[in-house]
Every structure is written in structure tokens, then in C-alpha cells.
């Protein structure tokens, strides 16, 4: 071996050993997770539970701090402004992270420059539900009355430019259907404008509305995902009903803020996948309405960008101004 090769050889070593060092003795205090999807239900019960098992495998507490003000926003800039060291994480969704640029002029972090993407969890099962008293019975029956009522049909959701919105919107975009949409502050409210009869339709996570289910008050008609929920395998999708339908992206995920060290942020990746691929808490997540989707860092990387693209044209046809 040349003098030339040895010393190059040498340095890469020397490289790896602090790499090496880090992931290993990382952490050595507290980690501090900013839960930025809202407080009360299935999201912060998610926090809960990957934030407990977290401090398992890490032997250090991981504290989880609800921040959801301002659609998530205000969280995950308290993250973009951490130290990037590994001790503050943002558990963020593609509300705050992707579509706030869209809907807001002002918008204080870039997601793409200010971040480190960490793991992503996976996505949140949304649906579409009706009012008994519209008289339908599948969503297909929904959009035939759409048809002959332009206009007429009044659907909810949790708030302009939302999932729950741009899906009503394609929709509307694929069937030629005129609807009135109602947004409000929360899917809380756009469920109880829909028992009070302000709507007919809404878009809302499946978890928020299995209770009304399950009592009569709203019809389940279809789930707003890529494919049937294991828990409800009897419901169709809407890209079932619908032809040429591809539901906008609902991910929930771990980010860090922007440069933090390789080792960390590979060895978080890894010990969140373990944590949720756990059957048992697989099992619970799923019954919370999400459906886990992990990967490497790399690849929640290249998910955000899509998603950018992806809203950007349903932004676009929508009309949507920011403001």
C-alpha cells in the first residue's frame, strides 16, 4: 500500500470513529418532542405511545410537549429553531409541513431547508360520511345527487386547504359534480355541523367518527386511503367509487431541525421503525385510524418533496390563494 492510500485510508477511519462515537453515546439528557397535530385523540395518543417506548430504547426520557397552535406552525417552528443536535424532535403532518406554505404568505420555516426528516409513522385513515337524513346510502349515491342538485349539497371539513378540503375538491374536479363546501375550525365542529344539519357530507378521520358510526347518527360511506382499512374491510375507498381518484397524502412523521448529525438522525430512524412496527403497537395505532409506513430517512425526505408537487397542482385547480 502507497504512503499516498494509507494516509487517505487512515482518514476516512478517523472520520468514522467520531460518527461512531455519537450514535453510541447519544443521548446523554432528555429528549424533547414538540407534538404539533393537535391536542386530545388519536394524535397525541400516537405521541404518547412511540414517546414511552422511545425512552425504553434510548434510556433517557423522552418528553412529549403538545404544541398545536396555528395548524401545527408554531410547533414545528420552535423545531426549525432548536439546536440540531438531536434533543428536540417535531412530530409534524403534511398540514403543517406542506400544505401551511400554500395557505399562509408568511410562512417562518422553509420545510425543505429548515428541517432534518427523521422517520415518517405513517398516514392518518380519513373518510367520507353523510347524514341519514340525506337519504344516501353509498358514495356513489351521494354524487348522483350532486349531479342533479348543483350546487345544493353542502360538505364539511376541517378547514380551507386541508386533506379533508382538496379531497372534496377532486372529487368534485373528476365527477364534474358543484359543491358547496363548509369549512370550519376543526373535524370536531365539521362533525357537529353535520349532526346539526349546517352539512350533508364531511371529510374526517375514521377515528373522530366510528362513535357516530356505530350509533346511527352518520353513514359511513367510504375511506379516503390508498387501499380498504383492515378495520373496516366492508367500506370502500373513494378511488373505488371513483375512478382516476388519488387521495391526497395524510403522513404523520418525526423531523429534526436542520443539520443534525448523520449517526443520530440514522439511529432515531431506527428505533422509531422498531417501536412502531411492534405488532402491538401496529395493532394500536391502527385502531387509532393510522396505518403504519416507515422507512429511511432518505425516503421521508423524498415523500415530502412528492407531497410539494402533489398539493402544489391540487392547490392550483383549486384556486386556493394564500393569505
Known amino acids: ?6 494516509v487517505a485510508v487512515l482518514a476516512l477511519a478517523g472520520l468514522a470513529v467520531p460518527l461512531a462515537v455519537v450514535a453510541q453515546s447519544y443521548p446523554v439528557k432528555p429528549v424533547r418532542t414538540i407534538q404539533t397535530l393537535g391536542v386530545g385523540g ?8 412511540v414517546g414511552q417506548r422511545l425512552t425504553e430504547a434510548l434510556g433517557q426520557p423522552v418528553v412529549v410537549e403538545p404544541q398545536g397552535g396555528a395548524g401545527g406552525s ?4 420552535m423545531v426549525a429553531r432548536a439546536a440540531p443536535d438531536g434533543y428536540t424532535l417535531g412530530l409534524g403532518a403534511v398540514s403543517s409541513l406542506v400544505l401551511r406554505r400554500f395557505l399562509m404568505k408568511n410562512v417562518p420555516y422553509d420545510t425543505l431547508k429548515d428541517f432534518t426528516p427523521v422517520a415518517m409513522v405513517g398516514e392518518t385513515i380519513s373518510s367520507v360520511v353523510a347524514s341519514p337524513s340525506l337519504g344516501a346510502n353509498s358514495l356513489a349515491e351521494v354524487i348522483e345527487y350532486a349531479r342533479r342538485n348543483p350546487g345544493k349539497l353542502a360538505y364539511g371539513s376541517s378547514g380551507i386547504g386541508t386533506t379533508h378540503h382538496l379531497s372534496g375538491v377532486m372529487v368534485e374536479q373528476i365527477t364534474g359534480t358543484q359543491m358547496l363546501h363548509v369549512p370550519y375550525k376543526g373535524g370536531g365542529q365539521a362533525l357537529q355541523g353535520l349532526l346539526s344539519g349546517q352539512v350533508q357530507v364531511v371529510y374526517g378521520i375514521v377515528g373522530s367518527v366510528v362513535p357516530l358510526v356505530k350509533s346511527g347518527k352518520v353513514k359511513l360511506l367510504a375511506i379516503n386511503a390508498g387501499k380498504r382499512f383492515v378495520r373496516m374491510p366492508e367500506v370502500p375507498t373513494i378511488g373505488e367509487v371513483i375512478k382516476g381518484y388519488d387521495r391526497p397524502p395524510s403522513w404523520n412523521g418525526y423531523l429534526g431541525p436542520a443539520g443534525m448529525p448523520p449517526a443520530v438522525t440514522r439511529r432515531l430512524n431506527e428505533e422509531i421503525n422498531k417501536i ?9 395505532l391502527t385502531d387509532l385510524g393510522f396505518v403504519v409506513d416507515t422507512g429511511t430517512p432518505e425516503e421521508f425526505s423524498a415523500y415530502i418533496k412528492r ?10 385547480a383549486a384556486n386556493i390563494e394564500p393569505e
Open 42 to 49: 388519536g394524535a397525541e395518543a400516537l405521541s404518547h405511545i
Open 276 to 284: 412502531v412496527t411492534r405488532r402491538e403497537v401496529s395493532e394500536k
Open 74 to 77: 408554531i410547533g414545528m417552528n
Open 1 to 6: 500500500m502507497s504512503t499516498r492510500v494509507l
Open 307 to 316: 407531497s410539494f408537487e402533489l398539493f402544489g397542482k391540487v392547490v392550483k
